[in-house]
């Protein structure tokens, strides 16, 4: 019997253990995920109450500093009244400066002066006429003159020759003057009005819609379905030609940011509902590799054959984030973006995730000291002081604990799953730490769908990149884009471009023609 007893107790002691093994784990998995929740629940909170901008807490912006650096009187320690006991008087001299104006008129501008005189040019003293002994400028004001829209009719006259029309043995000769082509034929609409609708939508950011109200104002009667068409025609007809020899041109770069965001088409090809996202891809150059080019590129997906048609003569490296469709394609190595790593461990928000955070600081503070250094100097300067800050921030990585579902697990995660992407700038001074320029790029895109939210057909929605990739790519390379469109929509039709292909070069938005006739004033 006791045998039998000993036996019992040893299985109900085991049986003990194993409840007790089994409620030991729960506990910590339900503490990890306290920890993943509450880690949630302050990122939430800093999302919705705490600063939007990922500046680090005491770090300044570029350009500028903390307003007590340089002044030697807050570097002191605090003196008490018991450690100064005699009677100190302080001189302050105050630098008079006077105060900038943060408005001003551009050098050039026309000038209308209005003179102001006394009523009375008689003495009341002797009642002679009065001398004039000076003037003084009160103030300079700015006056808007509203735009006005002209009826401009375009004649052609005819003339012949009576002398010869009056001998039967001579042929009668007539020539007839000819008016230029315009942009669109039968159309009211000519070069000025079509520049504008185009930079009032993609520079403005102003839909059609609301443009027609200021139209009709102005005299011109319309509607937006008219100024949908006319965008889609210039786009096609003029603008693809230089759209398409950027694309060209672009593919033979070594070097290229890419990024996509999510838009809205309509009418949609691949049987869709119109609730389902379409995409804009924005590509990028780098200065360093000649005139800025910034392309836009619609499609109904974000799908790597996408990405793969439209980079199919590209070779080289790829500055991008952690899409997978950016992984795989032929001839190309990639570059990940450090900004994505130090948001990934921002939205931690842990004191563990400090550390992840500061180690992206340290790097982005020497990429503002390298900023103005050749590539090949770039490239020594971070090989001796930014690849030991990135090594040892991969080991620390390596080495900590984060597991889980947690925040911190999804950033430490995402770190070494793109390890040899985010090393990938310590080997080529021409390659940026983050892909910040495509994000900045794209975000025109974004603030344009906030304003006229949906593409009604794909025509449209291609129009709309060709006229933003020209319009980007102008603004970057310091050109007016109302002045060039104007140019382009008066000068091209005119112009045997198909035949003559080579012609389309001279209308580059960085090329020497434009940037004689429409550089930005400055």
Known sequence: MNGVSNDSNEKLIQLLEEQLSQSNKRNEELLKQIESL?????????????????????????????????????????????????????TVVRKLHKKKRNDSFLDGLEIEEIHHHPENLQCECCQNEMTEIGSNIVREEAKFIPATVKRVRHIEHAYECRNCKNDLSKNSQIKRGKAPQSAIQRSIAGPTVLAKI????????????????????????????????????????????????????????????????????????????????????????VACQGPIIVMFHSALSRSREILKDFVENF?????????????????????????????????ANSKNAEKGVEYCNQLYELERKFKKLSPSKRRKARKKYSKPIVEEFIQWVNESPFYGKSALAEAANYTLKHVV????????????????????????????????????????????????????????????????????????PNLPIHQQPEIIDRYLPWSKNIREACAVAK
């Open 38 to 90: 509450s880690q949630q629940v302050r990122y939430l909170t800093k999302l919705l109450y705490g600063s939007k901008s990922e500046k680090s807490k005491y770090q300044a912006p570029d350009g500028q500093c903390s307003l007590f650096d340089d002044d030697p009187f807050f570097n002191e320690p605090e003196h008490t009244e018991e450690q100064s006991t005699d009677t100190v008087t302080y």
């Open 315 to 347: 070779k080289g490296t790829i500055i991008c984030d952690g899409y997978s469709a950016y992984a795989g394609l032929p001839n190309v190595t990639f570059a990940n973006c450090w900004a994505h790593v130090r948001r990934k461990w921002l939205k």
């Open 198 to 285: 185009v930079y009032d939508k993609f520079v403005q950011y102003l839909p059609l819609y609301r443009q027609v109200k200021e139209w009709n104002r102005y005299g011109l009667l319309t509607n937006d379905k008219n100024l949908s068409n006319w965008v889609i025609r210039i786009a096609e007809d003029w603008l693809l030609p230089i759209y398409e020899r950027m694309k060209e041109m672009l593919m033979k770069k070594s070097i290229l940011h890419i990024d996509e965001t999510y838009a809205q088409i309509l009418n949609r090809s691949d049987g869709k509902s119109a609730q389902s996202n379409a995409y804009n891809w924005v590509f990028r150059s």
């Open 421 to 492: 992407g985010l090393k990938a700038f310590l080997d080529d001074g021409r390659i940026a730490i983050d892909n910040n320029p495509a994000e900045n790029a794209i975000r025109p895109n974004v603030l344009g769908r906030k304003n006229w939210l949906f593409s009604v057909s794909e025509l449209g929605a291609e129009a709309n990149a060709i006229c933003l990739s020209l319009a980007e790519t102008a603004k970057v390379n310091g050109i007016d884009f109302y002045q060039y469109l104007v140019k382009v929509l008066t000068e091209l």
